[in-house]
């Protein structure tokens, strides 16, 4: 048997959510037979060293990169691109698979310097979609979107993904590889029936998220809906002014705030749900309402590509376009447990038949050994 292919996945957002999590599964399932995966990374704010290296316990190597941070920062950019490069022409590897926009747009320039052959890029979420930016840095990002996609090919995590990469290819082909989503069965409920029906969201404290929707739905909800009792499961940059928001609206006995949770503690938690709500402001492919659907849960969703694409309206939960359509159909979902129970069926059967972590893993494998 010849060597192993040496495939290096770098990513800047290296966490217990989403990115990071995607990668973990892939060094989990990917064959080590033939691959040999090495993680370059850096952290996002609530997880360690220690925590992201035991999810990616899988990977050949560990390679910390702390210069390489979220934020357009030129000096230390700079540094990022250097280290990244003499890494790559020290250690050659023949695969660099590069996951969101700062490691995507890091890795590939100093992946194309050291002359590796294979060069890949998933955004999980193009930057140019954030609406918190204003339309100079939206347009920036778009722009050196555009002039880095010449470099090796993207792998677009949805179709919605996929399409907006179509624009950006310079005609490069644009392949499709769905979220690395492992369906497993769902832990236990530890909440037992108390009368409480519990609304919850999942992720990071940041914009991306819209947090600020799920602070006015409970305050919303709550006048009309005692029962209702609200949680938000994670941490993240936005956190203390998101627990400061809480306090100030009075808000404090009625919703929780967990806080960074290791993903065990978090699917602990998650099952517990009665309702899931996700009204992000924009989606790649979103985990969160992956593992929601997997575990059951009935969801409410902002209506934007990723979500669509999972949501079926009516079938396996709701779409909203406006905060006063999340509104009405969280409300309807609080009022009636078989409404619940119907849409939760439904969504766990609908991930069981369309999305398969064995198809992803392999259509990975073949693109890293073309």
Not at 22 to 42: G, K, N, S, T
Not at 121 to 133: E, I, M, N, R, V
Not at 329 to 357: C, M, N, T
Request: proline content about 5%; charged content about 25%.
């Amino acid at each position: 048997m010849g060597a192993r292919i040496k495939v290096f996945l770098v990513l800047e957002c290296g966490s217990a959510y989403g990115v990071g999590q995607q990668v973990a599964a892939l060094c989990r399932h990917i064959d080590p037979a033939r691959f040999e995966p090495w993680v370059v990374y850096a952290l996002r704010p609530g997880c360690t060293r220690e925590e992201f290296e035991r999810m990616t316990a899988s990977a050949h190597r560990h390679l910390h990169l702390p210069e390489m941070v979220r934020p357009i920062r030129p000096l230390q950019d700079l540094a990022a691109f250097w280290t990244l490069y003499r890494l790559m022409r020290r250690e050659k590897p023949d695969v660099v698979h590069a996951h969101s926009s700062k490691a995507g747009g890091l890795a590939r320039a100093a992946a194309w310097l050291a002359g590796v052959p294979r060069i890949y890029y998933t955004p999980h979420g193009y930057s140019f979609l954030q609406t918190d930016a204003g339309a100079l840095r939206r347009w920036s990002y778009w722009g050196i979107e555009k002039a880095l996609s010449w470099i090796g090919h993207i792998v677009a995590c949805s179709a919605g993904e996929q399409a907006l990469a179509r624009r950006l290819s310079w005609g490069r082909e644009v392949f499709l590889v769905r979220s690395l989503f492992a369906l497993k069965p769902p832990p236990p409920r530890s909440r037992g029936s108390d009368g409480v029906v519990l609304v919850g969201a999942v992720g990071r404290l940041t914009p991306a998220r819209n947090p600020e929707a799920f602070l006015r739905l409970a305050e919303r909800l709550g006048r009309t809906h005692p029962e209702a009792r609200f949680i938000w499961l994670g941490g993240g940059e936005a956190e203390a002014e998101f627990r400061r928001e809480v306090s100030r609206r009075g808000l404090s006995d009625k919703l929780e705030v967990t806080g960074h949770l290791p993903h065990g503690r978090l699917l602990e938690r998650f099952v517990d749900l009665d309702v899931f709500v996700h009204y992000s402001r924009w989606e790649g492919s979103p985990i969160a309402l992956h593992e929601a659907m997997g575990l059951g849960l009935p969801v409410v969703a902002s209506d934007i590509s990723g979500n669509a694409e999972l949501v079926v309206p009516g079938v396996t939960g709701y779409l909203a376009d406006s905060e006063d359509a999340l509104l009405a159909h969280v409300s309807r979902l609080v009022a009636s447990a078989d409404l619940r129970a119907r849409l939760g069926r439904e969504g766990q059967a609908w991930i069981a038949r369309e999305v398969s972590l064995e198809k992803s893993v392999a259509a990975l494998e073949r693109l890293y050994a073309a």
